[in-house]
């Protein structure tokens, strides 16, 4: 069967596919796999753009490893969860939510699987948060022989245990395949979010008192418009969300649920379906009327705020197909990479009808991570996926690279590891790589570009 992104930016014909029903048929299919001469490779929900989860070998779903292993409650309120690796972001939040937990951070989609997320660096929004990765405490871990390996954060630095767990916990699936992955998750909380059309010129100008003055920023802008919609998500403290529960109370069921669930018009008409599927087809059949659609697109935001679990307010629907390339780039360069861009959609009357994304990070220490070091803003780029894309992302590539930014693994990109050696520790990453996995039984042409052979 053909396996295919669901950006459609790569198809692959693995010479086998399989979904093995527990951790003991995926211990024998990749032993089996390895002793054969067989390239691994695992899949999640095959949400990357990049070709990171393709294989002309073994192809592993990990679809019957979902679900919860264990929850261990720490005195802070702060619980560790143990799930399958197969257990898809949107799975996992509901049984958070039904243990009075959830996740400190998410993307802004629950499609992927937990094991494909934290593998290519999945990251939210937040001056002081951290991408997915730095939420997890431990993996177990399938590798290339077989055998079975548990590895955490509280390993000994330095130690063989460690440097493993920094490797197989953001490392596109180099090191083996993940069975399960333990996440360290907080209390359930509530968001409120704001959304608000602001001048585009505030935004760029204002970005690092605004980041301040949020939790969670979010920035939205259509090319060639001079507005932004900032999305900024606070939590509420315990008086509020106390206030907001009774105020609840007080409604009758059915408006509640309708509260609770409501999409804001971001969400349901301008990043997800209905007016911008529509507005799609037009550009694409129509280029010269982008500049149009994305004015219509800009006046449909408009200013609103509400209430919800924070799963809820953070994760939008996609369901119009498009391409995506994200760098991270140093906080301190957002400014001018903006600038740079905006410029050269204006100078290049390039279509693009859809909107650029702008989020941030806290510096980590994830080896692989894109925030690894320095505080982080990250510029997304997308292109309707029927559209040509490759002047554009080509455009905007030269401007993320000029500003230092590192390509998110999951995205498309055109970097390879002698560009990206300033990065990352990779020959560190080389070393790991070269004592579990000694015959390349988990490479793949992606691998060997942006990671090298070790
Ligand atoms: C609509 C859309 C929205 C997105 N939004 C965001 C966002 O908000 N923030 C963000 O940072 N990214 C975002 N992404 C990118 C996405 O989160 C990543 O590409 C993520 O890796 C996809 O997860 P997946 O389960 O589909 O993994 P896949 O794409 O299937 O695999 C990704 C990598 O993980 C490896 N892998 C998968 N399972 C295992 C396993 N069990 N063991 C070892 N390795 C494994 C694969 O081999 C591959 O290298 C988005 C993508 C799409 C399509």
Known sequence: MTFTTWGRTFTAEPAQQATPRD???????????????LRVRAVGAGHSFTDAAVTDGLLLSLDHLRGLESVQRLPSGSARVTVGAGTRLHELNRTLASHGLAMRNLGDIDRQSVAGAISTGTHGTGARLGGLATQVRGVRLVLAD?????VTDDDPPGSPERVLFEVARLGLGTVGVLAAVTLEVVPAYLLRSTETVRPWR???????????????VDAYWFPGTDRMLTWCNDPLDRDEAVAHAERQEGLPGALRRLGAGARTVLDEEVLANGVLGAAMHVAAATPRWVPRINRMSAAALGDRTYVAPSDQVLVT??????AEMEYAVP?????????DLAAWLRTSGEPVPFPVEVR???ADDVWLSTARDRDTAYVAVHQYHRMPRERYFAAAE???????????????????????????PLDDVASVRAVVDPGGTFRNAYTDRVLGTP
């Open 317 to 322: 629907r996609r369901r119009v197909r498009f």
């Open 398 to 424: 030269e401007i993320f690279v000029a500003a230092g930014g590192r390509p998110h693994w999951g995205k498309l990109h055109t970097r390879t590891a002698d560009d990206l050696a300033e990065h990352y």
């Open 360 to 362: 941030c990070a806290a």
């Open 146 to 150: 077989g055998s079975v390996r548990t």
């Open 23 to 37: 951790e003991a048929a995926l211990r024998a299919l990749v032993a089996r796999a390895a002793s054969d001469g």
């Open 331 to 339: 906080r301190d360069a957002l400014r001018e990479v903006l600038t």
């Open 202 to 216: 505030e935004v760029v100008d204002g970005y690092d008192a605004l980041v301040d003055r949020h939790e969670r």
